[in-house]
């Protein structure tokens, strides 16, 4: 059994920023790709940031330059430091992880962006 854990969201206002925190625990033997997706209200699921074992981070174009995703391998965690965030980035975050061909996802931490 695998289990994510997420931390880190909450009301910022634009401009502000944010740090999301997952945490993998459980029968891991490896992890393939880490990564952050987001589904805002009415809206689909979109992968904001990812990043593969070894490899540099892939990012949405909606976040370039403001988003950065970082792994430890040792401790099973991935976060994304979110700078100059804007209202459209509010929605609810969520942790994934592949490993070993299968899917895992965490519970979802909502981000609110709002003066």
């Known amino acids: 059994q695998v289990q994510l854990v997420e931390s880190g969201g909450g009301l910022v206002q634009p401009g502000g920023s944010l740090r999301l925190s997952c945490a993998a625990s459980?029968?891991?033997?490896?992890?393939?790709?880490m990564g952050w997706y987001r589904q805002a209200p009415g809206k689909e699921r979109e992968l904001v940031a990812g990043i593969v074992s070894g490899g540099s981070g892939v990012y949405a174009d909606s976040v370039k330059g403001r988003f950065t995703i970082s792994r430890d391998n040792v401790k099973n965690t991935v976060s994304l430091q979110m700078n100059s965030l804007k209202p459209e980035d509010t929605a609810v975050y969520y942790c994934?992880?592949?490993?070993?061909?299968?899917?895992?996802w965490g519970q979802g931490t909502q981000v609110t962006v709002s003066s």
């Open positions: 994934n992880i592949v490993a070993s061909q299968k899917d895992y």
């Open positions: 459980g029968s891991i033997f490896s992890i393939d790709f």
